[in-house]
């Protein structure tokens, strides 16, 4: 008859129990290892994205109105370039009419610089805080201001094609005079000056530069006295005191 060793009850649940903490152990380990490796996942993932911010603009970033969103420096600066091509001055007599206008295109308008610039602005931002600009919905907005070229002579040249700048087509004005005596009002009149319409040419070039070289968008030569005044006006001293 065969010897068979028999397990008591009490030697069985020894067993279970040195055997249910390994297995305690080896799920803890488990979930801690997945849970390691999410995280280690979630930082690089982290710093990828971070890293994509060092060469794009945040999103909620404006420049100069130009929404900037994960678009790269060059671009911007192309926009810029683009916004700045739409320009243009236009020139009121003194009367308020306009007598010309003249396009970006017209002064060889060109921008210098841009893209050092909105680089400069995309090197300031805090790239590691791109996930607080997706969640908050922060508003980065930036104001820049860029420099500007333009051809002096290709300006003259497009301002001597206006009609109004033309001397030909201009009106001297004439001096207030005494009239000869007019016998059925048995006196003199006064005849009063004409204005005309002769401009100080050089003055109104001169006023042009300097406006397209300041950005402005409108001259109002009224305001400059570019215009030839009579020498002699119908207030005269002397006329009266005929």
């Known amino acids: 008859m065969s010897d068979k ?4 009850p009490n030697q069985s649940q020894e067993a279970a129990d040195v055997q249910a903490p390994k297995k305690r152990y080896t799920v803890l380990y488990v979930i ?7 995280l280690i996942l979630a930082g690089a993932g982290y710093f990828w994205v971070a890293n994509y911010y060092e060469t794009h603009f945040l999103p909620g970033t404006t420049l100069n109105g130009i929404v900037c969103d994960n678009l790269e420096a060059a671009h911007i600066a192309e926009q810029l370039e683009a916004q700045n091509q ?3 001055l236009t020139v009121l007599d003194r009367n308020g009419e306009i007598i010309g206008t003249l396009s970006a295109e017209d002064v060889g308008l060109e ?3 841009a893209l050092g610039i ?6 300031s931002q805090d790239q590691m805080s791109w996930l607080m600009a997706y969640i908050g919905k922060k508003d980065y907005s930036h ?4 420099t500007m070229e333009f051809d002096e002579e290709n300006t003259l040249s497009k301002l001597a094609e206006w009609e109004a700048m033309n001397v030909e087509q201009m009106d001297m004005p004439e001096d207030a005079y005494i009239s000869e005596y007019l016998p059925e009002k048995k006196a003199y009149e006064i005849i009063p000056e004409t204005e005309g319409n002769m401009m100080d040419v050089d ?3 001169h006023l042009v530069l300097a406006a397209v070289g300041n950005g402005d968008t409108m ?6 006295d570019c215009y030839i005044q009579a020498e002699v006006t119908a207030q005269d001293k002397m006329l009266n005191d005929t």
Not at 219 to 224: Q, V
Request: glycine share 8%; net charge negative; proline share 0%.
């Open 5 to 8: 060793h028999k397990i008591e």
């Open 32 to 38: 801690l290892t997945i849970v390691g490796v999410l």
């Open 86 to 88: 739409i320009y243009s």
């Open 111 to 113: 921008t210098v610089g």
């Open 118 to 123: 909105v680089e400069d602005v995309l090197a």
């Open 143 to 146: 104001t820049i201001v860029c």
């Open 203 to 205: 003055k109104v070039k």
């Open 219 to 224: 001259l109002d030569l009224g305001a400059y």
